[in-house]
């Protein structure tokens, strides 16, 4: 596949992957962001600032490079890119690993974010999809790279893929864009359970050996192994 094709491709999934978070209802209005790294270029592809979900479409996703520029004369390049561009740059650069990069204010796991509050690993689902809690970031101001930083520096050696950044919302990364989807809504579907349970009585606590070999179950065993080639 050429530089082109994979640039295309990463615009198709980009631009599809928005609707995901219209349907788990994780975004309202123009909020939130999808991004994903080009495979091998110093690129990733963002949504504009301030445009509707349904008018997101492959050519309208915005191609930048590492340090958050617009590339000039690429479609989409007329308009600014999303808000959070800064802070998805800051964290491409500094985790190689990252291949997407994911923003919401989904109702549940934000307000777990304003109480600057970690969500405990009280449920197998987050010791499978986590390792552990979803940690809470410091707070920072929108616009620039401050964001990035406070994801990179709390989820650097962390085993969650999500981070819930104080008084702001949910930032989470993946292997690609569709990883960094799937943290997002599993971020949302446990945050709300374990609110619900709270108001029930003090969720259980799971043991740390135990959160350890679930996590391990699901990341190396759970699911089908793709064919060798």
Same mark, same amino acid.
């Given at each position: 596949m050429t530089t082109d094709e994979t640039i295309r491709a990463i615009r198709e999934q980009v631009a599809s992957l928005h609707a995901e978070l219209v349907r788990y209802g994780l975004v309202v209005w123009t909020g939130g962001n999808v991004s994903g790294r /080009?495979? @091998?270029?110093?690129?990733? =592809?963002?949504?504009p600032s301030g445009v509707s979900y349904?008018?997101? #479409?492959p050519d309208n996703m915005i191609l930048c490079d590492l340090d958050g520029r617009v590339v000039p004369g690429t479609p989409g390049s007329e308009r600014a890119p999303s808000s959070d561009t +800064? +802070?998805? #740059? !800051? =964290? !491409?650069?500094?985790?190689?690993? =990252?291949?997407? /990069? /994911?923003? *919401?204010? %989904? *109702?549940y796991a934000t307000a777990w974010a304003a109480r600057?509050?970690?969500i405990p690993c009280v449920l197998t689902a987050m +010791?499978?999809?986590? &390792?552990?809690?979803?940690?809470? @970031?410091?707070?920072?101001?929108? @616009?620039?790279? %401050?964001?990035?930083? &406070?994801? =990179? #520096? *709390?989820? %650097?050696?962390h085993r969650s893929r999500a981070?819930?950044?104080?008084?702001?919302?949910?930032?989470?990364? @993946?292997?690609? #864009?569709?990883? +960094?989807?799937?943290a997002a809504v599993m971020a949302e579907d446990v945050a709300r359970t374990v609110h619900i349970s709270r108001?029930?009585?003090?969720?259980?606590p799971i043991a740390a050996d135990k959160i350890d070999a679930l996590f391990d179950r699901y990341q190396n065993v759970y699911g089908q192994k793709q064919a060798d080639k």
């Open positions: /080009v495979p @091998g270029e110093e690129l990733f =592809v963002i949504k349904d008018e997101l #479409a +800064a +802070a998805h #740059a !800051y =964290v !491409y650069r500094n985790m190689p690993e =990252v291949g997407g /990069v /994911v923003h *919401t204010h %989904s *109702t600057g509050e970690a +010791a499978d999809e986590f &390792g552990g809690e979803i940690p809470v @970031g410091p707070f920072a101001i929108i @616009g620039d790279d %401050s964001i990035g930083r &406070g994801i =990179v #520096a *709390t989820l %650097s050696g981070v819930l950044m104080q008084n702001h919302g949910v930032f989470t990364i @993946g292997k690609d #864009a569709r990883d +960094a989807v799937k108001q029930l009585g003090e969720p259980l």
